[in-house]
Structures are given as C-alpha cells and as structure tokens.
C-alpha cells in the first residue's frame, strides 16, 4: 500500500542539538542503518544549525558533518540522503560537496519572512540534480497569507516541497492545520511539516497536517531534537498504524531503534520541563534551549528568564549570540536590583 | 585647506544618504550626483541643494571631470566593474560601496594607510566594516586562531542585491577578517530579523584566545577600537564590556582554551537612512572617511589624483 506521506528522520540533523553537535561515526552507521533497515526513505544529517554551522555561535561539531554524511551514505541501501543549509550560514557551495559525498536531498531553511535568500541555495541544488525543499522556519510568527507569499517565492526558485516548520513548537493544532491548509490551496508542489513538541503538540500537529494534505512529514527517533524534541517518529508511525494512515514504514523496527540505539546516547530524556514548555508558550527557537542553560549557568540568571526575555525581542532562529547578550544584561539588571 | 571635489555614482538609498554626509564634509566637497533615473528622488534632493544632478549616468561624468578627483560609486557590482576601468582611465579615484571588490578591500583605521596609492578601493561589507576593527584589535595584542561574526540586521535595510547574493556576504566578510582582522581563520555568518519596529544593526565578534592571552590587554585594545570607528560612525558602540569565556572550543584551527566575546550595536546617524539601518549607515560614513583620508594624505603625498 501507498504510503500517506514521505518520512524524513532527522535525528542525525534536528537530534544533534540535544547532543550538542557530538554525534560520532559509531552513532552515525548505528542510527542511519536502523532507519534504513526500518524502511524510513529519507534520513537528514548535518549540523543542527545547518551545513557550516559548527561555530562558536551554534557549537562546534566534534566530527566534521562530511565525515559523518559519508558513514551514513555507506550504510544505507535504501534511504535518500538529506542535509539542511541555512543561506546566511552555510553556502550553496556546501551542497556541491555533500551531493558528491551523497546526499540527494537539499533543504534549504529561512526565516518564515525571508524565502528570498533561498534563492541561489535552492536553484545550485537543483542545478546539483537534488531534490530541493524550502523550509520556513517559525512558521508561527506570520499569518497564513504571508507564509503563502514566502512558500510561493521557494516554488518559484524549483522546490520541490515546502515545508511548515513549527521551529518553536509553538503552532497549536488549528494553527498548523490552517497554515498546511493555506499552501496546500495555493501550492502545486508538496507540502511538508516539522514540529517541535515544546506544547506536546507534535505527533497531534503532525497529523492534522497528514489530514490537511501535508505529503512529507519530518520526526526522530525517541523525539531526540532541540528543545523538548521532534515528532517521535515511532510514535507517529505506531498511531498511524492504528488510525490505518499507511506509513510505508515498520513500527516495531523503529520502537527497537529508538529504545536500543537512541535511548542509550541521550544525554536527557526529551522532557516538556519549564523551560521547554516555555519556548512552545513564548515562541522561542527549540535550539535555543541548551545555549540559555548554558548561559545561565555562566551568568548566574535563570534559563526561563533569559527564554522569555528572548520571546520579547522577537529573537529569530540563528540569534544565538543574543541569548550571551540577554544573560549578560539580565545578570547587570539584577546587581543593580531592577527585578 | 581648499576642499577636494567629488561626485557620486547612484542616487538610491546609499548614493543619497552619502550626499548628505559629504554636504557635512570640511575636506571634500560634493560637486555632482550622478544617476540614470531621471524621477530619482536622490536627484531632486541634489538640484534642491544647489548641486549639480543629472540622470544621463557616467558618460555625464567622464564629460565633465573638471577638478573631480574622488567618485563614490554606490550602483551595484556588475555595474562597478564595467564603471571601474573608465574611472580609472579617467584619473577619478573609486571609492566602491558595491561588492564589484575591484580594487583592495580597506578598513578605515586598519589598512587604509596602506592603500593610499590605489584607484580603487572597496568597502567589503557591513558586516566586514563593523567587525574586522575589532578582530584587528584583537590581533594587534595577541594570535587569533580563528575569529568569527554574526551580523544581525533589520529585514527592511537589507536591499535585493544583499538577498540574491547572501554568500557574498558571508564569504568575502570571512575572507575581511582574515586579511584585515589578522585571524588565520575566518566566518561570518549573517541573519536578518523582521521585527517591527525594526532592529538596529547588531554584531557579535567572536575571536579564539590562546593560552595565556593578556585579558587587559586584549579587552583595552578593543575599548580603542570601538572609540576610533565611533570616531567616525557615531552609532557604534560595545554593548557590555567585551567577555571573557574559558571552555574548550574546537575550532577549525585547532582546540583553545579561551574566546573573547565583544556585542556590538551599529545605530545610523538617521540622515537620509532610518536610525536602525546601521550596516548602510556604517558603509557610508566609513565610505567618507575613507575618501576625506585619500583628500588629505593624496594631496600632502603628493599623489596624483
């Protein structure tokens, strides 16, 4: 049976935040071969922050991402390969590269605002032969309409499929549906979700845009991902299985790799705590999260106050630089006994 | 002194914001905006100021070179590089507000000395204009094995040429704070925010220490940086004092032990620009510094125009 949607497994890309950019070559064959061996179709795998995001701004990556990508393509048989770029971080000339190293797939991430910096990204993938999916992130921040106009600019570069990306995992239910609605009705090409599960939202908001004609679904194993995690995807595979979605997917073979492979490496169990619960409430990037525990252990202020101050100055993904500055006026403000 | 006449290619945004700072100017004066749009409002500004103004673009220019010495070209790349050759057969000295990158990338404190011959010179980028002084100043007191920037702009003053080409961007910043800033390795990343109303300019200019790098010296050195190019550019300034973290940060030019931090805010000086728009009010005001710099030291040098 045809599969409802297309599964993209991004533990290796989403997941490497809740690592702090720490995946090793051993992890890399484990999780890649036990996606692949579960029958997933595409599997992403770059930095959290995209191809060149290992920096001081977003963490350096213990291994180099091309390493990693080349373990990966020499395990899977079946699964396409994809990796994220942030145009403004990475360059279109990083996708040269990974296409030769194996990658098929191209996602190339803005601001939900800013499609138009896509543009050389998304027209090199294709020139590249890669499938090309644009990809809108805090897709919260802007009405249907305005999220439209952008998805419609990726179309018009050669995506392939658009996605709504929940990068805060602050979308409720109606508002993901409305938004997969919105370019469902104005797109010709596909559409896809990504959600964050920061208001345990995440298999639910996932659904809802399998229901309103969403064809490409993004998820990891055990959720492992920023803030309180991705879709876990063996939990949408299992749900899927109950409500007769065909996910083309095995369930079983994901519940053992997301209990035996993933479970054992993670540093925490992807928990909806204050601080997650906060970035879904306020709107807050997921992967903002452990930079501001960090930064609060620095400078001595809380996390969920460094989170929420960030929601007030409409921070958007990639400001990581902001959650230093924040701390440090914080930590000014309290000596100073203003709070 | 008697002051050296110029003229300025473009009559957008940056060509009309320059016009303003250079009617400012003691050392140079603004003989002609030089345009191709006849509706231009950057013209019309000119004409109400008493300046001469035309739409028929660059051949206007090389007809009527009279005593200019000095032409701020504020078009676009492509434009730049077919403008470059006819400028300079001309004897015009180019200052280059566009990423054409002809002639040598400077920074007005940093490198300009060294470039005061040149016909053309190229003001790299926003990004590379406010961080590079301070990577530099980094340099000058210790190694920096690697240095890296964010530059956080408002979506509103990032124009369609910036959008199209945002690698530019990043790569020929990189490159700025390598050549200019003194790492050995560079990146740059930029990000655009839409908020509204919108953001000033920020920069965060990370630089990696090596063991047993002098603090003081280090965070002294970056204080009269900032000082210089506010000198000139009014608005920038450091945020908090710059930060001093330990970790062990793998970087791509090996593990260090240290990273000073140094935020930076660029506020424009609001004259034809709006306020927030710091990244061009920072090419602009650094564009005149470095062509009131070439007046003066050309003329005392002895320099042919």
């Known amino acids: 049976m045809t599969a409802a949607f297309r599964l993209t497994d991004t533990t290796l890309r989403d997941g490497s935040h809740a690592l702090s950019h720490r995946f090793t070559e051993e992890q890399v064959r484990a999780i890649a ?12 795998l770059s930095h959290g922050d995209g191809l060149g995001g290992s920096s001081f701004n977003y963490g350096f990556s213990a291994r180099d991402e091309r390493d990693l990508l080349a373990e990966a393509a020499d395990v899977v048989r079946r699964a396409k390969l994809a990796v994220l770029l942030l145009p403004g971080i990475g360059v279109a000339w ?40 644009g990809f809108l992130m805090m897709s919260h921040m802007v009405e249907p309409p305005k999220l439209v106009e952008q998805a419609r600019l990726m179309e018009s570069y050669g995506a392939d499929c658009v996605y709504v990306v929940d990068s805060a995992g602050a979308l409720t239910i109606p508002q993901a549906r409305e938004r997969v609605r919105a370019l469902r009705d104005a797109l010709g090409c596909e559409i896809g979700f990504h959600a964050h599960n920061n208001l345990s939202l995440a298999v639910a908001n996932s659904l809802a845009a399998i229901e309103e004609g969403a064809t490409q679904i993004d998820g990891c194993l055990s959720g492992l991902g920023a803030g309180a995690g991705n879709c876990p995807i063996e939990i949408l595979a299992a749900v899927c299985d109950r409500l007769g979605i065909p996910t083309g997917v095995d369930p079983f073979a994901l519940m053992d790799a997301a209990e035996e492979v993933v479970r054992p490496i993670m540093p925490r169990q992807q928990i909806i705590d204050r601080s997650a619960l906060l970035l879904g409430y306020a709107g807050v990037y997921s992967s903002f999260l452990l930079h501001a525990e960090r930064a609060s252990e620095r400078y001595g202020v809380p996390t969920h106050e460094i989170l929420v101050e960030l929601g007030k ?3 958007v993904g990639g400001q990581e ?11 000014a403000r309290s000596e100073r006994g203003d709070i | 002194m008697e002051r050296v006449p110029c003229a300025v290619v473009g009559t957008g945004n ?9 009617r400012r100017s003691e050392v140079l004066e603004l003989r002609a905006m030089v345009g191709i749009d006849p509706q231009s409002e950057g013209l019309a500004k000119a004409r109400s100021y008493g300046i001469e103004a035309t739409h028929d673009g660059i051949d206007w220019l090389l007809a009527h070179t009279d005593g200019i010495r000095l032409v701020f070209e504020a078009t676009s790349a492509k434009i730049h590089a077919r403008h470059a050759p006819l400028l300079r057969d001309a004897g015009l000295v180019a200052i280059d507000l566009t990423p054409a990158a002809v002639g040598p990338a400077v920074v007005p404190p940093v490198n300009l000395r060294q470039h005061l011959e040149e016909p053309n010179v190229n003001m790299i980028t926003c990004g590379g204009q406010a961080t590079a002084p301070i990577v530099a100043a980094v340099s000058r007191v210790t190694r920096v094995p690697y240095a890296e920037i964010v530059s956080t702009v ?3 003053s990032a124009g369609p040429g910036t959008r199209q080409n945002i690698d530019e961007f990043t790569q020929r910043t990189a490159r700025g704070l390598e050549s200019i800033g003194g790492a050995e390795h560079g ?22 220490l090596p063991g047993g790098a002098d603090r003081d010296a280090v965070a002294a050195s970056i204080q009269e940086m900032v000082t210089e190019v506010a000198s000139y550019v009014p608005g920038y300034r450091l945020k908090s004092p710059p930060l001093f973290e330990d970790g062990s940060f793998r970087t791509p030019a090996g593990e260090v032990p240290a990273r000073v931090i140094a935020l930076l805010e660029v506020e424009g000086a609001g004259d034809y620009l709006p306020r927030y728009a710091g990244n061009l009010d920072i090419m602009t005001a650094s564009a005149v510094r470095v062509a009131e710099t070439l007046a003066v030291e050309r003329l005392r040098e002895g320099i042919p125009p």
């Open chain 1, 94 to 133: 990083d996708l040269k590269v990974v296409r030769e190293i194996g990658a098929g797939v191209a996602r190339i991430a803005t601001h939900c605002t800013e499609a138009d910096i896509a543009e050389q990204h998304i027209r090199m993938a294709k020139e590249l032969g890669m499938e090309a999916v």
């Open chain 2, 154 to 156: 408002a979506s509103r």
């Open chain 1, 313 to 315: 100055r409409k921070v």
């Open chain 1, 321 to 331: 630089d902001m959650i230093v500055d924040v701390a440090v006026e914080l930590a």
């Open chain 2, 14 to 22: 940056i060509g009309t914001d320059l016009m303003e700072k250079l």
């Open chain 2, 187 to 208: 990146k740059a990343i930029i990000i655009l925010n839409p908020a509204e109303p919108p953001i000033v300019m920020r920069n965060t200019v990370y630089c990696a």
């Open chain 1, 33 to 44: 071969g036990a996606l692949d061996a579960a029958g997933v179709p595409v599997i992403e």
